[in-house]
C-alpha cells in the first residue's frame, strides 16, 4: 500500500501563501483518489480538497478559489497550493489516499492511508 509524508507547513502572514506537498511511496499515487485533510485544535478532522484518478478536482466551498490540488504522476507527489490565507486555515493537514469510487473532499476524512502532517499557522 502507498506510505505517504507530507511537508511544506510554516507559519504565514495573513494573505500569505504555501505549497504543501505529499511524496508518496510503495504505490503509484495513480491508483488512488488523493485527498488533504486538515484538523484545528479542538476541531474536528474535515476534507479540504480531493483529486481523482482522471484528475478531476473536489474543493471545500470555503476554500474554494483559493487552494489549488494538483498531483504529478511521474514524481508520484500531491500538492496543495494555497493562497490568500486566513487564521481560519491554520490547521495541521494531511495528505490521504484511499481506493475508491467516490472521489470528494467530503469523504477525505475517512480515507484509510495517512501522512504524518504538516503544521500551517497564519496570523
Known amino acids: 500500500h502507498v506510505q505517504l509524508v507530507e511537508s511544506g507547513g510554516d507559519s504565514v502572514q495573513v494573505g500569505g501563501a504555501l505549497n504543501l506537498s505529499c511524496d508518496a511511496s510503495?504505490?503509484?499515487?495513480?491508483?488512488?483518489?488523493m485527498g488533504w485533510s486538515r484538523q484545528a485544535p479542538g476541531k474536528e478532522r474535515e476534507g479540504v480538497a480531493s483529486i481523482s484518478l482522471n484528475g478531476r478536482a473536489s474543493i471545500r466551498h470555503s476554500v474554494k478559489g483559493r487552494f489549488t490540488i494538483y498531483m504529478d504522476t511521474a514524481k508520484n507527489t500531491l500538492y496543495l497550493h494555497m493562497d490568500s490565507l486566513e487564521p481560519e486555515d491554520t490547521a495541521m493537514y494531511y495528505c490521504?489516499?484511499?481506493?475508491?469510487?467516490?472521489?470528494?473532499?467530503?469523504?477525505?476524512?475517512?480515507?484509510?492511508?495517512w501522512g504524518q502532517g504538516t503544521q500551517v499557522t497564519v496570523s
Open positions: 510503495g504505490d503509484p499515487i495513480g491508483r488512488y483518489c
Open positions: 490521504a489516499a484511499r481506493i475508491t469510487p467516490v472521489c470528494d473532499y467530503a469523504v477525505v476524512r475517512d480515507f484509510n492511508y
